[in-house]
């Protein structure tokens, strides 16, 4: 069964809307516990436009489960992470214009930096883990950087509409995933994702981590979160038989 890890930004992005106090990332994180989820997902972003420092402090020290926290490669979130002592550090690019992450990392071009970070994660008991487009070379250099693991970003495969452009896109994901863990990397998939998405990237045998939000948020808001969570765990179940 792969690990479904449930992103709570977007709770607190309806928070923020009116700087309140409500909804709880905590409490949506529990929700999805609860439901099955086996890990807890939060991006902390420089602009702080959804997840706040106390929320990271308060998901790290309130579920029951795993937080991965997802950061920019930036010295203010090294030293952030390095204190909170996360399960693991989830590596994206941000840009501070864009709606959400808008793709993978460039690891090609960061492999010295990127090592000196894997290192200071490591040394503190934290798995380090990169967020990069389904490309070999950025696989390859991930492997040199001696990352954990590696999260496929699905975002491109998600908004393709003809069928034969998904194919193509989701052949690379596998093959992505397939030179992974020949390299010894493990392999997690996320962005995008829905119900119905979510069951060709669920069929790929490499992929053991799944990382979805978005989608989960914004189904919670008819069902409930722990009906969104289940619903989802059925599909990925669907997918990988």
Same mark, same amino acid.
């Given at each position: 069964?792969? &690990? ?12 923020? @809307? ?7 990332? !905590?409490?949506?994180?529990? !929700?999805?516990?609860? @439901? ?29 489960? $795993?937080?991965? !926290?997802?950061?920019?490669?930036? &010295?203010?979130?090294?030293? !952030? ?16 214009? =864009?709606?959400?992450?808008? #793709? ?43 990352? /954990? ?9 998600? =908004?393709? #509409?003809?069928? $034969? ?16 863990? /020949?390299? #010894?990397?493990?392999?997690? @998939? ?8 979510? $069951? ?36 990925? $179940? @669907?997918?990988?038989?």
């Amino acid at each position: 069964m792969i &690990r479904l890890f449930v992103n709570v930004d977007h709770v607190a992005t309806i928070r923020e @809307a009116r700087k309140t106090i409500e909804p709880s990332p !905590l409490k949506a994180a529990l !929700l999805a516990e609860k @439901a099955g989820a086996q890990g807890i997902t939060i991006h902390l972003r420089e602009d702080r436009r959804h997840i706040q420092d106390d929320d990271v402090i308060a998901v790290q020290q309130g579920i029951n489960t $795993k937080l991965n !926290l997802e950061m920019a490669p930036t &010295r203010e979130m090294i030293d !952030l992470a390095l204190k909170i002592k996360p399960y693991q550090v989830s590596l994206v690019p941000e840009k501070r214009q =864009e709606i959400t992450t808008e #793709g993978g990392l460039n690891v090609c071009s960061q492999v010295n930096e990127l090592s000196v970070i894997r290192k200071e994660m490591h040394d503190k008991g934290i798995l380090f883990s990169l967020f990069i487009d389904p490309d070999l070379a950025q696989v390859d250099a991930s492997q040199r950087i001696n990352a /954990d693991s590696i999260e496929i970003n699905t975002g491109t495969y998600t =908004e393709l #509409g003809s069928p $034969k452009e998904i194919e193509e896109e989701l052949e690379r994901i596998r093959i992505s995933a397939q030179n992974a863990s /020949d390299k #010894g990397l493990r392999v997690f @998939a996320g962005h995008g994702l829905n119900y119905k998405n979510v $069951k060709p990237i669920a069929a790929i045998g490499e992929i053991e981590e799944l990382n979805i939000g978005h989608f989960i948020v914004g189904q919670a808001i008819y069902v409930g979160m722990e009906s969104a969570v289940i619903e989802m765990i059925h599909s990925i $179940k @669907a997918g990988r038989k």
